[in-house]
DNA sequence: TGCCTTATCGAAAATGGTTTTCAATAACTA
DNA sequence: TAGTTATTGAAAACCATTTTCGATAAGGCA
């Protein structure tokens, strides 16, 4: 099964250029933690990330926590909170939602957002998230 | 300046009913740490709601991490992530949205939500979060 | 009111996720 | 190919949160 709701190849390519762009190296442990986060749609803890990459790479886990911390600050993953843990998606970065499963953590993005013509009053918006939270269609068969 | 967007008197009561449902007991400490969450409009993260109380009741950190697990658990307090802090505040119990300064943290309450008749697929949905982040007022004037 | 049961408290220790350190290594450039 | 330098990862440090457990106090009841 492959990931949904994203170009996975279009998006490996735009961070590989950004990287490049900001000198970053593009290394086998970066490759492999890459290519878990480019073909699974579920969010990851780190421990989950490092332990998927393993598979096919030696792969340490200090470095899932800084491949992790890269992509989220340059925008191309997301943190999200899960029953209480802090999870990880790679996502694209246009702007988009997400319905989060809260039995297998997959997420699916989505793009209509309803909040452009809201009052904040004097309040002054910058961002905004907006998550789903319920169960994906296996999920809801899974446990009826 | 007091708490906006609740009521608080009301909320105070609806807890201590609940707690006393829940066979708790109400205590100086609990009373303390409590009356710091009734009286600021900010999200806290444990340390500071503790150092907050300690100002009128001796109360332990434990104790303060205690009453966020309770308060967060029957549905009186809600987490939010601001700035990658994991952080607390007192809610009513309807359904709401928060407005999210991610200078000082202050959080206000908004009851309009447009996700009623969006779509979701085969999703089944059983919750929704949705937050906006920004500056609010003090804060644009602050740091212009 | 005073007693008794038991929830609660908090200091200290344990836990565990995340970050830092730093010497060895590998990726890019010229 | 050689040289520069970003990257790696094992180990240690860090630090937020949880657990432990003996002492305390809340609150029901006689
Ligand atoms: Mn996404
Ligand atoms: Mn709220
Ligand atoms: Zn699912
Ligand atoms: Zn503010």
């Known amino acids: 099964m492959t990931a949904s709701n994203r170009d996975d190849e279009k998006l490996k390519s735009e961070i590989r250029l950004r990287f490049h762009q900001l000198g970053q190296r593009f290394t086998q442990e970066r490759e492999a933690l890459l290519a878990v986060l480019l073909t699974t749609d579920r969010a990851l803890t780190p421990q989950e990330l490092y332990e998927?990459?393993?598979?096919?790479?030696?792969?340490?886990?200090?470095?899932a926590y800084r491949i992790i911390e890269t992509l989220t600050r340059i925008g191309f993953a997301q943190v999200i909170l899960i029953n209480g843990e802090l999870r990880y998606r790679l996502c694209s970065p246009t702007h988009h939602h997400h319905m989060v499963c809260t039995q297998c953590q997959k997420v699916e993005e989505f793009a209509e957002c309803q909040l452009e013509g809201l009052d904040y009053g004097s309040f002054h918006p910058t961002s905004h998230r907006v998550e789903?939270?319920?169960l994906c269609e296996q999920c809801q068969k899974g446990s009826s």
């Open 52 to 63: 998927a990459a393993q598979k096919s790479e030696t792969v340490g886990l200090t470095t």
């Open 132 to 134: 789903i939270f319920g």
